[in-house]
């Protein structure tokens, strides 16, 4: 473990990621401050595992808007696991209500494969308005993965 913390500690990604991972648990500050640093310095993986471990957290760390911001970024840079959490989260979790941006997200995640949100974009589709409807399908069509650069959630983020 001594290697993995100095290699960590001398910016290096991957191992700034796994320290992340074997601290990490819901509660482990250290294991949410590795995994922040990977995000910030562009590591993917660690951009969504930050931004579910934020959302999924104990009252301590559980912050639902930040998580949000993070997982927008590894959503708009591809990573399904993200843009189906994120559109779960948009639908039913604790930052404000978009059922639009939930849509989007799921069709994006559908076209990579992902089945259920293959089902969850159809039903909510049909819940929408047919003006809504089309938005969604013109964000879909429009829409351009951003890679992942060295960042913050607090930087200005591209919406789908």
Known sequence: MAWLQRAA???N???QFALGQV???FYDHDGVTWLRRAA???HLEATHHLG???LNAGSFYRKP???LNWLRLAANAGYVPSQHSL???LLRGDVPHDPVEACVWYQLAA???DARCRAEAGSLARTLAPERRAEVESRVRDWLPTPLKQTSPAAELKLP
Do not use: C, I, K
């Open 23 to 25: 601290l990490g648990g």
């Open 65 to 67: 808007v930040e998580a």
């Open 13 to 15: 990604v991957e191992a």
């Open 52 to 54: 579910q471990q934020l």
């Open 111 to 113: 076209a990579a494969g």
């Open 9 to 11: 500690n001398r910016n």
């Open 87 to 89: 559109g779960d989260l």
């Open 40 to 42: 910030e310095n562009g």
